[in-house]
């Protein structure tokens, strides 16, 4: 028996040493992406400690008092709890729902396109929104939906009376996610006609053989070849359901839309840098973390029983 285990560990290390021999290069390519996942995402990961302790900068984090679960129960306790959750899903949720087909029907549509100028100039203007940035794209939504706004003159023409949307909480989400689509639309349909060109042309030929006119091809052939891609981002976006940034809410909200604006990282900002709150903010990262997770693996088991696409 020791015998057969030496015979094994001599093979083992001479096929890793033949195999470093013959990809030593590679591997040496492959070192600086490892040195930075190693030294920024999970060397950072020994931060999570701070949630399980009543940290304190001027000692750091190896001498503050450990507190063990109770930065998760006041966060849970905390009567603005249920109100950030409700908050954060039903914005992600809305923009899953509206915003994730949004650019696969607009790489779809550039794809039918047959005036070639035409699909560029589409193309080109859908993408430059993505590369304006944040704090230009707040103060547009902001000047659009003030009082005397774009916004407020086309309710003007319909009838309606000029109001600065921002200050009414019911506006706040379809003005949110209608900004995010046309930001990132153009964007995120790279992908997808990428995929749509490597689509076999004969399956579109067989189909137009079979009679199958345009809206049948987009039905029967363009889509079904999407679906592997679109399950992939799809897991992955559910894997972020949590993820809804501060940057453009702490710009665009006010007090008089807290109520359906605030978020679980506009809280944790407000907690953890505004009052230094470091362990208590940790903690609701790693839930947040967590929960995210938790849908990223439920989404994939999801998606590989009923489709059987999936991340593994």
């Known amino acids: 028996m020791k015998e057969k285990n030496a015979v094994k560990k001599d093979s083992l290390s001479r096929v890793l040493k033949r195999d470093?021999?013959?990809?030593?290069?590679?591997?040496?390519l492959i070192l600086p992406v490892l040195a930075?996942?190693?030294?920024?995402?999970?060397k950072p990961m020994t931060g999570l400690l701070i949630a399980f302790q009543d940290y304190r900068a001027n000692i750091g984090m190896w001498r503050s008092p450990w507190v063990g679960l109770?930065?998760?129960?006041?966060?849970?306790?905390?009567?603005?709890?249920?109100?950030?959750?409700?908050?954060?899903?039903s914005i992600s949720l809305l923009g899953i729902v509206f915003g994730f087909p949004a650019p696969i029907l607009l790489a779809i549509l550039l794809n039918e396109l047959k005036n070639v100028a035409f699909r560029r100039t589409v193309q080109t203007?859908?993408?430059?929104?993505?590369?304006?940035?944040?704090?230009?794209?707040?103060?547009?939504?902001?000047?659009?939906?003030?009082?005397?706004?774009?916004?407020?003159?086309?309710a003007?023409?319909?009838g309606g009376t000029g109001r600065s949307y921002l200050m009414f909480p019911q506006y706040f989400y379809p003005i949110y996610v209608i900004s995010d689509i046309w930001q990132h639309?153009?964007?995120?349909?790279?992908?997808y006609l990428a995929a749509i060109t490597g689509i076999d042309q004969e399956q579109y030929e067989a189909a137009i053989i079979d009679g199958a006119g345009r809206f049948r091809r987009i039905f029967h052939v363009t889509i079904p070849n999407l679906l592997p891609i679109i399950m992939v981002l799809f897991i992955l976006r559910m894997g972020?359901?949590?993820?809804?940034?501060?940057?453009?809410?702490?710009?665009?909200?006010?007090?008089?839309i807290y109520?359906?604006?605030?978020?679980?990282?506009?809280?944790?900002?407000?907690?953890?840098?505004?009052?230094?709150?470091?362990g208590f903010a940790t903690a609701v990262g790693l839930f947040n973390s967590v929960v995210n997770v938790v849908f990223l693996v439920a989404a994939n088991r999801l998606s590989r029983r009923y489709t059987e696409y999936g991340l593994y």
């Open 20 to 28: 470093f021999q013959q990809n030593k290069y590679k591997y040496l």
């Open 36 to 42: 930075y996942f190693i030294l920024f995402s999970y």
């Open 70 to 89: 109770r930065n998760f129960r006041s966060f849970f306790n905390d009567p603005y709890f249920f109100r950030l959750l409700r908050n954060t899903v």
């Open 125 to 154: 203007i859908t993408y430059m929104p993505y590369f304006i940035s944040m704090v230009i794209v707040a103060s547009l939504i902001r000047n659009y939906a003030s009082q005397n706004g774009i916004f407020s003159q086309i």
């Open 156 to 158: 003007a023409l319909f």
């Open 185 to 191: 639309i153009g964007w995120n349909s790279i992908i």
């Open 240 to 256: 972020g359901i949590l993820n809804v940034g501060f940057e453009k809410i702490i710009l665009l909200y006010n007090q008089s």
């Open 259 to 278: 109520s359906v604006a605030d978020v679980i990282s506009t809280y944790v900002y407000r907690r953890g840098i505004q009052e230094a709150a470091y």
